[in-house]
């Protein structure tokens, strides 16, 4: 169960990261920006193009509280899906490894008798040993504490990375490939 788990997380992880597409870089100079609106009745407009839609304070901790939420407000929805499909993968797994938890612990003192045996006319009982020890119970505890650590790092990831997103909100990047004459170069552009 938790061979196939690990591969359709890297399936998926594989598939967010190559659904990205490579462009050429585009030359941002030749788009023309739009000119500030006139001023009304003598009062001071604040310029509204650079600012984010989320403070970056709330964007942290809307996004701890429930990860993927701010980066979908701030248009980053390739992040939000990977930071949700991250907390459900826990949370679903947090409830397995607790229900296995639930049952080595209550089968652990659990004796089988394998046969009866008679010995003198006292009659015996032949019983294997527990399926689940006391380190199997152990083991599968840290399986459970291994999935919170994952889900609470998935909090703390995706509030740092919405509270940086919200910082870097006016400064648009594109990343992009292009093919020189001796290899492949990866190019960037940013647009202020």
Known sequence: MLLSLSRLVTAVAITLGSTSVLTAQIDTLA??????APAKNN?????SVGRPPITP?????????????????LGRNKAAVAFGLVEGIS??????SAAD???ARRIADDSVIVSYGSS????????APPRFTNAYVHTREAHVEDW??????????AGADAYVAAHLWDIG???????SPNGRVLTASFKF
């Not at 304070?57 to 939420?69: D, H, I, Q, V, W």
């Not at 919170?148 to 990831?157: D, S």
């Open 120 to 127: 003198g006319g006292i009659t015996t009982r032949v019983t």
């Open 31 to 36: 788009r023309p920006r739009p000119a500030p």
């Open 91 to 96: 949370l679903v797994m947090i409830r397995e």
């Open 101 to 103: 938890v639930h049952e």
């Open 173 to 179: 990047a594109q990343l992009g490939m292009r093919l």
């Open 43 to 47: 009062t001071s407009q604040v310029d």
């Open 148 to 157: 919170v650590a994952l889900l609470v790092a998935n909090h703390l990831f």
């Open 57 to 73: 304070r709330r964007a942290f901790l809307y996004s701890f509280l429930l990860p993927g939420y701010s980066q979908g407000v």
